[in-house]
């Protein structure tokens, strides 16, 4: 098992940017592909951005180059740098990993709260 804790989110203006950080205990970290998602009040829960064991990422279309996510298996740390955020940015963001080939096993951590408001 993994757990994972979120940390970095807060207030922030429109046009801003955050680090938010996802930091894992308990297993193996390398093994693990990684994801961020977030949530806002009244929606579902959607994909932003994965990256896997050996680096390689992939993110959401709606993303437009503004967000990138890296990690530091050293520091068993996920990162989601967030660049130009918007209002509508603003949700509950959460990690979440799962070691191939089990793809049904998911851990969430709680998420950090992201609101970008003048």
């Known amino acids: 098992q993994v757990q994972l804790v979120e940390s970095g989110g807060g207030l922030v203006q429109p046009g801003g940017s955050l680090r938010l950080s996802c930091l894992a205990s308990?297993?193996?970290?390398?093994?693990?592909?990684i994801h961020w998602y977030r949530q806002a009040p009244g929606n579902q829960r959607e994909f932003i951005a994965g990256?896997?064991?050996?680096?390689?990422?992939n993110y959401a279309g709606f993303m437009k180059g503004r967000f990138t996510i890296s990690r530091d298996n050293d520091k068993s740390t996920v990162y989601l740098q967030m660049n130009n955020l918007k209002p509508e940015d603003t949700a509950l963001y959460y990690c979440?990993?799962?070691?191939?080939?089990?793809?049904?096993?998911?851990?969430w951590g709680n998420g950090t709260l992201v609101t970008v408001s003048s």
């Open positions: 990256i896997a064991r050996d680096g390689t990422t």
């Open positions: 979440n990993a799962v070691k191939p080939p089990d793809f049904a096993t998911n851990y």
């Open positions: 308990g297993s193996t970290f390398s093994s693990y592909l």
